[in-house]
């Protein structure tokens, strides 16, 4: 599976944006059975989780951070997961990393990690 996320930008605090990550065509049989999720390393430090939603999209969970600014949702006929960020903060600056694998309760577990995408919010 390969995964392309893009979406990110420079932007001032308060404002939106929205993420999105494609899984490639040849795993397009198959790519829909894994969960998908954001994860974001900021400059100097590890890279975090953010937002996870299962295979079907019925379930999500949301690092605290995050909680209430930001939705994940996925579209499995594109094959696509978008991470929408509003009321976006100068912490919020980071690299994007979409991935796909196994989640469960508030845990996620990559399998397959795409590219990242730098989202840079300004004060």
């Known amino acids: 599976v390969q995964l392309q996320a893009s979406g990110g930008g420079l932007v001032q605090t308060g404002d939106s944006l929205r993420l999105s990550c494609v899984a490639s065509?040849?795993?397009?049989?198959?790519?829909?059975?894994?969960?998908r999720g954001w994860f974001r390393q900021a400059p100097g430090k590890e890279r975090e989780f953010v937002a996870g939603i299962n295979w079907s999209g019925g379930s999500t969970t949301y690092a605290d951070a995050v909680k209430g600014r930001f939705t994940i949702s996925r579209d499995n006929t594109k094959e696509t997961t978008y991470l929408q960020m509003n009321t976006l903060k100068p912490e919020d600056t980071a690299i994007y990393y979409c991935?796909?694998?196994?989640?469960?309760?508030?845990?996620?577990?990559?399998?397959?990690w795409g590219q990242g995408t730098l989202v840079t919010v300004s004060s």
């Open positions: 065509r040849r795993a397009f049989s198959t790519f829909n059975i894994y969960d």
């Open positions: 991935a796909a694998g196994v989640l469960s309760g508030s845990e996620f577990v990559a399998k397959t």
